[in-house]
């Protein structure tokens, strides 16, 4: 059964621009799902409405896992910009999504550690963020997204704000993750390159309205080690 069901979402806001229409998908455990599509298309509204950061005007997200109304589906975002907190230290910022659920450092210092040892950074636990590079940065956000071990992940065009090179380097770290750890990745994108990178399946989108065009299975395009 899937981790997440859209089932015929619709999504209008209150300027009367309809951002999807009719949307159905199904994300099923251990897919990296690339939405790709035009800026415009409904992409990071399909992600806010999985995220619960909106709701649909029209139809349903259901958790098929959960009993209903249970709503504790545990997921980490990653948006564009890494959204760090400046005053505190790589460490606290990872550490922030366990502390916010009652788990003071002594509890969790192992989890965090564990999370930053994941995306190469174990050695920048003491860093502040404006001593890391913008790659270094967005690998903490990872980091942070993952501390709590979600069953999903959501990633908004993480890497627009990123150089070519800098981008190459992450989307292999992403990938070594989703290969060795079995994360499920819903990832926003307007990369083709990217989507056929790092996907196990692309699903393409198209603006006005809002929709899918096209859901694509992935074969590893490149040998990948
Ligand atoms: P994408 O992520 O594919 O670039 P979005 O989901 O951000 O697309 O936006 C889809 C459409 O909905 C766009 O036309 C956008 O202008 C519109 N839109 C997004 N958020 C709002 C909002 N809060 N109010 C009005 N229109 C919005
Ligand atoms: P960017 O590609 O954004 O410049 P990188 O992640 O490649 O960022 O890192 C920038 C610099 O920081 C590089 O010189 C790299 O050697 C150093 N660096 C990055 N990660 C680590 C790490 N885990 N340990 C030591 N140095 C690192």
């Given at each position: 059964q899937p981790i997440v069901s859209l089932q015929g979402i619709t999504k209008s806001f209150s300027n009367a621009t309809v951002a999807l229409k009719n949307l159905s998908l199904d994300i099923g455990a251990g897919e990296f799902v690339s939405l790709l599509g035009p800026s415009g298309c409904g992409k990071s509204t399909a992600l806010r409405l999985i995220a619960g950061l909106s709701s649909p005007t029209n139809g349903r997200i259901v958790w098929p896992g959960e009993a209903p109304g249970q709503g504790d589906h545990e997921l980490g975002f990653v948006f564009q910009e890494p959204t760090l907190m400046p005053w505190a230290t790589v460490f606290a910022n990872v550490h922030l999504p366990l502390r916010l659920k009652g788990r003071s450092v002594a509890v969790?210092?192992?989890?965090?550690?564990?999370?930053?040892?994941?995306?190469?950074?174990?050695?920048?636990?003491?860093?502040?963020?404006?001593?890391?590079?913008?790659?270094?940065k967005m690998r903490v956000s990872i980091a942070r997204a993952r501390v709590t071990r979600p069953k999903l992940l959501l990633m908004d065009e993480p890497f627009a704000a990123l150089d070519e090179i800098t981008r190459f380097k992450l989307n292999n770290?992403?990938?070594?993750?989703?290969?060795?750890l079995g994360w499920t990745v819903i990832f926003v994108t307007h990369s083709v390159f990217e989507s056929v990178y790092l996907s196990s399946r692309i699903v393409v989108m198209a603006a006005r309205p809002g929709r899918v065009v096209a859901d694509l299975a992935v074969d590893a395009p490149y040998p990948r080690t």
């Open positions: 969790a210092r192992d989890e965090v550690m564990d999370a930053l040892e994941m995306v190469g950074l174990a050695g920048f636990a003491d860093s502040y963020p404006r001593e890391l590079s913008g790659g270094m770290d992403i990938l070594r993750l989703w290969e060795t």
